[in-house]
């Protein structure tokens, strides 16, 4: 059997599914018989030791790498033994006769009520401690084991109804051959994860969970988005052939990631890493890379119960810019919203996030949180080279606003005698309004970086998380090469510096076009640089400009596509 969806990182695997399903069966409301009430008390007492033993096991684990992360579980095992929910759970079991599944979620959700409602942020947060916790107890109460992604103990593929960000970014990344969702979009951050991991992955397969088991054996070909149920002998071997030619591929490729983008006539294209993180393997790649295209900072505050504090993220930030010396750091403030919720935080439901109350805009509603991180940045200023970028930019408004709380945080830290050094500020060309001013928007800032992932969707008018819009998504529509076209040459005309930094910019078939436009930057993830490398080392600019000269001439996405991959 063979189910159909869409490639979202290329690449092939053979392996075995593991179905990953977060989700907390929510109990109904129902009672025990008279009688009955004891043995759902000791059910219940029984279960919050076992709690306790799992907190404690997480705690030990991570105490040595991460004392903050571990201070939170102290917080957890506080919670499960706290008198007031416990004198109410069993109240509700013995007197009411709930059953101890329904008495756990009804306490709990009161008390997370409460907790929401509370207009002090740092008691409202809490709100997100209890969730964990309530949920904890009822997986246990039901008899759910928790799959941990950060400690797989074999080679899987994972499948899912829904792979969020944060759970991709917390994956043991050396045991995931290939990620399967029936949702999310190809340009989701879910899949810029896996492709800068370099795992295969395809996604909206339509009703996957219904018809996969667990440990079921599959063939995965993410480059033509087919997925391959319990293959016979012959595809077994058809795809272990077209896996070596693969791994072929990638081999000649590797030859390229130490050599400087160059083109074959001698320009230098510099070549910047899009990050989400600051382990050591991720910035590894400074060793092969000009600079920091992007750094999401918004994956800081991903997967946890609290927002992190000024001293953490200065701290992290730190750690970039001295890897990255006198080289370009380019931190993008905190991208909050659209496919990137917080578990720290509960963001309003909203019938279109990604035109809703998103990056900047949230930073503005919330100047607080936006004052911490702004404050952690400059901080870190001293320590290297860094350039600060605004997200979901519509208007000069904007720049200006945001402009007024950098310079209320540079006020605060001068008044509190701590250092920072002058800084380049820059803004995500994501926005149709401010692509088309872009003539304008030079004025006001230092440099520019074109996200073309969002760009695509507002131009298109296609969400990219829906796979059911998806054909009307199009990376190559000639709109969108147009409106490159004239951001670049706004930027280049009045001599300030533009990127590019959306998947488009790693991708080897857009990349000759981009650069005949007049584009001299690009960024992407590590695991795309020798593939683009490759391909600035076979072009001349002359060829470049030529490419790019027919693309603009051309009036459809799938004629400039067709064209594209001939076009070398």
Known sequence: MVLNGKGAAAGI??????????????PCESFVPAGG????????NLIKKEALEELESIRLSIQKLDPAKAGIFIAHKEIVEDIVINEEITAKILKDRWVADWAVYSVYDTFISVLRQTPDPMISER????????????????????????????PVIIAAGDFKPSDAASMDKEKVLAILSEHGGLT???????????????????????TIKQGQSVIVDAGEGIVILDPPSDAKKKYEEKYSAFCRDREDAEKYRTA????SCGVKIDIGLNIANTDDKELSASGYTDSVGVFRTEFIYMGRAALPAED????????????????????????????????CMELPDEENPFLGNRALRFCFKNPDIFKTHIRAC?????FGHLWLMLPMVTSLEDIRKAKEHIACARSELEKEGKSFKEIKLGIMIEIPSVA??????????DFASIGSNDLIQYVCAADRMNVEVEPYYQSYHPAMFRLFKKTIDAFNDAGKPVSFCGELGSDPKAVPALIGLGMRKLSMNAACVPAVKRTIASLTIKKAEEIAANVLRLPTAMEIEKYLQGAL
């Open 188 to 210: 989701s951050h879910t899949a810029i994860i896996a492709k800068s991991y370099g795992i295969p992955a395809v996604f909206g397969i339509e009703g996957l969970l219904k």
């Open 260 to 263: 400087p983008g160059c083109t």
């Open 13 to 26: 695997a053979v392996g075995s599914i593991l179905i990953y399903n977060d989700k907390i069966q929510i």
């Open 127 to 154: 709100a997100v401690d209890f969730e964990d916790v309530r949920d904890l107890l009822l997986r246990l109460l039901y008899g759910q084991k928790k799959i941990k992604l950060s400690s797989l103990n074999e």
């Open 37 to 44: 009430e004891q043995a759902q008390l000791d059910k219940y």
């Open 436 to 445: 088309i001013i872009a003539d304008l928007v030079c004025a006001e800032v």
């Open 378 to 382: 400059l901080r870190a200023s001293v």
């Open 312 to 343: 953490e993220q200065f701290s992290i930030y730190k750690k970039v810019l001295e890897c990255f010396k006198e080289r370009p750091v380019i931190l993008r403030t905190m991208d909050i919203g659209g496919d990137k919720k917080l578990s």
